[in-house]
């Protein structure tokens, strides 16, 4: 249609456009309007007054409606205007002729329309507005006087933009950094996120989130914008979450839709995150240390600690498998304990036994709290609701233990033995398990601290013996602070078998107020042993080797040197398969008592024999000498003996000198046969 021309107003506009405007006739007559009505826009506080016209009513004509004033008459003509343009008369519904009973009723209010046809000019995502008001002509005049008017926005133009250009929900930073959403992220039950803004985005706005894990979708919303250009806040609720499935992704959409009813497209979808809601257990019972966590329990001392504290922690109503506790002693972590089997009620979740290393690394004295946390896949899920305590008393001589996964206190200096017979340091042998030895424990620790005091007990680690008490550390040593030493028995030495035998010592101190002891274990190190008990023999002399075939005068003469010469070794009474036998000969050139020269010639180690089980059978072993051996002594003496060994060391046996006569008187030499 054609719009209209505007024309002069014929009066004086006393108020601005939007009040009650009060308008004076040439004639001296007075008008007072009162403001026009406008139907069926949205009413929710944002514009005052209304403006914004639906979406859903855009292709319907505007009802508006004009209320009876004082000065009215019959026949009077109420048409609507546009943006000040002329005066609509003639266009149906937009104009109205008063009649007689109209006038008369004071409460009457006029019914006008403005055709849809009057805001074809705002064009798909634009966002406009015009004025729309109304003048009043007397019945006989063609002049019009203007009465108020009101704005009226058309609204075309969708929140978001173009599809694709609605950015994703924003979570917490330490959200996105997990991709897990705890049960902590919530707050009073609900999850805030962040739309951060979007084009055309508008006071009033509303948005809808949609979250689904693929096979159940849940509506949140709608949530209202308050802002034209800061971020909006979203509450999601942790019941509406926990519709959804655990350790799955989530995909997070919203769309939002703008006071006139226009709607956007979806939202980038939000799809990094899973969710860690279900079965979260609402309390974490206080564990349980039994013996030491109730009034009047004792101390837990170091050695308490060095065998394992236990803690039990109570049923906890949600926990799965696969749950995996962490305890918490003081301000130190356990490593993960994992939850292999969830016991009927009203069994205990889990039972452990605290390590050293844990415990150690706590407090030294004093109240300890014991806690623990819950977590699943990676993520702590609760938190015990209050720790049980505990006293403690963990101090040690030479202080807290640098490495408590080691055996021994990594602070003590290792210890020394030395042999009374042999002075040989950690290497000790028959002579000194028999006579006794002397232990040093060091005065200072490996930092360079005083390790001893005065009245400390000592006690020396022997092997897999029990401690073996040492005299305690006397005022006058720890006056001089000088290392301690001590004699260890034979009987001491001797409880252990031949090889290596690790030593070490303890040292004991009463530290607490009810005389409470704790005692430091050194590191072992390993001394070399060797028992005569162990050895060939047992520690009695092996019987001589003997040759079993000499003359009438007990000697090997030529006739005997015409085969080989048999000898005979009778085996010991600790013999045991694998031992061995070396014979060794040498021979001197003197046949008196007095030994004579040596023979160089003669002297031989034989190839070693191994014992055998027929060897044991028999009691003995025997074995032939080559006779030419006897030739090259020819005339003098010959010596055979042998070295018994088994596995824990040599023992060489005695000997006897045996005659030789070979040579023929009246030859010069013995030729070799």
């Not at 149906?92 to 009057?118: M, N, Q, V």
């Not at 809808?208 to 806040?233: E, K, Q």
């Not at 896949?377 to 305590?389: E, H, N, V």
């Not at 040292?507 to 005569?532: D, I, Y």
Request: hydrophobic letters at 35%; glycine letters at 8%.
């Amino acid at each position: 249609m054609n719009k209209p021309v505007p024309k002069q107003l014929s009066g004086q506009l006393l108020r601005p456009a939007g009040k009650r405007s009060r308008v004076l006739f040439p004639q001296g007559g007075v008008l007072e309007f009162k403001d026009l009505v406008v139907e069926g826009l949205v009413e929710d506080g944002v514009d005052n007054p209304a403006e914004l016209l639906p979406v859903v009513d855009h292709d319907k004509p505007l009802n508006v409606r004009v209320p009876n004033w004082d000065e009215v008459e019959e026949g009077m003509v109420i048409a609507l205007y546009v943006n000040g343009e002329e005066e609509l008369e003639g266009e149906a519904g937009a104009w109205h002729s008063i009649t007689a009973a109209e006038a008369a009723d004071p409460t009457h209010e006029f019914p006008l329309a403005l055709p849809s046809t009057y805001w074809d000019f705002v064009a798909k995502g634009e966002d406009r507005t015009f004025r729309v008001g109304y003048s009043v002509r007397p019945e006989f005049s063609g002049e019009y006087e203007r009465g108020p008017n009101r704005v009226i926005r058309i609204d075309k133009l969708a929140p978001g933009g173009s599809p694709g250009t609605l950015g994703r929900l924003s979570f917490a930073p330490e959200i996105e950094a997990r991709k897990r959403i705890l049960i902590t992220d919530f707050v009073a039950d609900m999850l805030t996120v962040y739309v951060r803004g979007y084009l055309a985005q508008q006071q009033g706005d509303q948005i809808m989130v949609t979250m689904t894990d693929g096979t159940t979708s849940v509506p949140v919303g709608p949530f209202t914008v308050t802002s034209s250009t800061d971020a909006t806040p979203l509450a999601l609720p942790l019941a509406e979450l926990q519709k959804l499935n655990d350790s799955t992704p989530i995909t997070f959409t919203y769309t939002s839709r703008d006071r006139a009813g226009n709607p956007s497209a979806d939202s980038v979808a939000h799809d990094t995150l899973q969710l860690l809601l279900q079965d979260i257990p609402v309390v974490l019972p206080t564990p349980e240390v039994p013996g030491f966590d109730q009034s009047g329990d004792p101390l837990i001392l170091d050695k308490n600690a060095r065998a394992g504290i236990k803690l039990v922690v109570p049923e906890v109503t949600g926990a799965r498998i696969g749950d995996k506790v962490v305890v918490l002693w003081g301000a130190q972590r356990s490593d993960e304990h994992e939850i292999t089997v969830v016991q009927p009620s009203p069994d205990p979740l889990l039972q452990l036994d605290l390590r050293y290393p844990l415990t150690s690394a706590g407090p030294q004295t004093g109240a300890v709290a014991v806690s623990y946390e819950l977590w699943r896949g990676g993520f702590k899920i609760g938190d015990a609701t209050s720790p049980a305590t505990v006293n403690v008393d963990l101090r040690l001589p030479g202080g807290p233990d640098p490495d408590p996964e080691l055996p021994g206190h990594g602070n003590l200096e290792l210890a020394t033995i030395v042999g009374d017979d042999s002075g040989q340091t950690d290497d000790l042998t028959p002579e000194d398990v028999a006579a006794g030895a002397q232990v040093t424990i060091p005065w200072l620790a490996l930092d360079g601290s005083e390790l001893l005091e005065q009245d400390d007990k000592l006690q020396l680690v022997w092997g897999t013996q029990p401690p073996h008490a040492l005299d305690p550390v006397s005022a006058a040593e720890a006056a001089a602070k000088v290392d301690i030493t001590r004699r260890v028995l034979p009987t001491v030495l001797a409880s252990e078998p031949s090889g290596t035998v690790h030593m070490g010592y303890t040292v004991t101190r009463v530290f607490g107020a009810n005389r409470e002891e704790n005692t430091a274990l050194s590191p072992s190190k390993p001394v070399a042993l060797l028992r005569g008990q162990d050895l060939p023999g047992e520690g009695t002399a092996l019987k001589p080797l003997e040759f079993t075939d000499l003359n009438k005068y007990g000697a090997i003469d030529i006739e005997k040197a015409q085969r080989p010469l048999p000898v005979k070794i009778e085996l010991y009474d600790n013999v045991t398969v694998g031992d061995t036998i070396v014979i060794h000969l040498r021979a001197d050139d003197s046949q008196r008592p007095t030994p004579g020269n040596p023979i160089p010639a003669a002297e031989e180690d034989l190839p070693l024999i191994r014992i055998e089980q027929h060897h044991i059978d028999t009691g003995a072993l025997t074995h032939e000498i080559r006779r030419q051996w006897a030739f090259i002594i020819c005339t003098g003496s010959a010596t055979v003996e042998y070295t018994a060994k088994n596995a824990h060391g040599p023992v060489k046996a005695g000997h006897k000198r045996v005659p030789v006569t070979v040579r023929e008187p009246s030859q010069p030499t013995c030729p070799l046969p």
